[in-house]
């Protein structure tokens, strides 16, 4: 179960797909105020973890209390506290970029009231402020990716879950989100994060796992797996780095 200072607990997860076993056993926690990562090459099972953790996928045997709650039994109360920014941007076309914001918090049963007076403030945080009333297809793609980390806050979430929230970006786009999620660090949130990206782990993970074939094969800070794993740097040019682990433990690169 949950402990105060534990909004995810993953114990001993299972689940199968036909005759494959996708995730084999994995077991997990994030502390609170962390943010914590989930690595892997494609296939490696983080997409089905996540889906177990958030009630979307039920799992075949094991245990997830999600901020307090048992997953998959009462997921829906769960998710009323939780954040996600989903891999791919599901903005509504139809709306402005307040407007998405508005409607979204609908869905959480705040009443408009509220939500009216925290859309400047999130606005505000995504950079946005200028384009309130933007159509979405105005918007770039490193715009579009920061309002839906906005949605996310609408209900002042206990947890964020972030699915590769910066893939597709330019690098000045990357480094933006970046910021916004170092400074949701600062004030205390906690986030669930996975990446393709090698450098967002490093700088914004307090600590991750490195998942492969539905298991997890490492797990600690970046700097603990680089110590453990890569103690003398393949280059005498440059350091070791979480790429050198990653290589290393799945015989993948990241973005495999």
């Not at 993953?10 to 077991?27: P, Q």
């Not at 409607?103 to 009231?113: M, Q, T």
């Not at 005498?236 to 993948?252: A, M």
């Amino acid at each position: 179960m949950e402990t105060l200072n534990q909004p995810l607990v993953v114990t001993d997860l299972h689940k199968r797909y036909g005759g494959r076993e996708v995730v084999a056993g994995i077991s997990f926690a994030l502390a609170r105020g962390e943010c914590f990562g989930l690595l892997g090459p494609n296939g490696a099972g983080k997409t089905t973890t996540l889906r177990c953790c958030l009630g979307l996928t039920g799992p075949d045997s094991g245990s997830i209390s999600l901020v307090g709650e048992p997953i998959p039994a009462r997921a829906r109360e769960a998710r009323a506290r939780i954040g996600v920014v989903p891999q791919f941007d599901n903005l509504d076309p139809d709306f402005t970029a307040a407007e998405n914001l508005l409607v979204f918090g609908r869905y959480f049963g705040i009443d408009d009231a509220a939500i009216r007076a925290r859309i400047p403030r999130l606005l505000d945080f995504a950079g946005l402020s200028s384009k309130a009333n933007a159509q979405i297809r105005e918007l770039s793609g490193g715009m579009k990716r920061r309002l839906t980390l906005a949605r996310a806050l609408i209900n002042d979430p206990d947890l964020l879950v972030l699915d590769e929230p910066t893939t597709g970006l330019d690098p000045q786009a990357r480094h933006l989100i970046w910021e916004r999620l170092q400074g949701l660090l600062a004030e205390g949130k906690t986030i669930l994060l996975t990446t393709h990206f090698m450098e967002e782990a490093e700088r914004l993970c307090h600590r991750l796992a490195i998942m492969d074939e539905g298991r997890i094969i490492s797990e600690g800070t970046p700097q603990a797996l680089i110590a453990e794993h890569i103690p003398v740097s393949p280059s005498p040019l440059r350091p070791s780095n979480l790429e050198d682990v990653f290589l290393k433990l799945t015989g993948h690169e990241l973005r495999d």
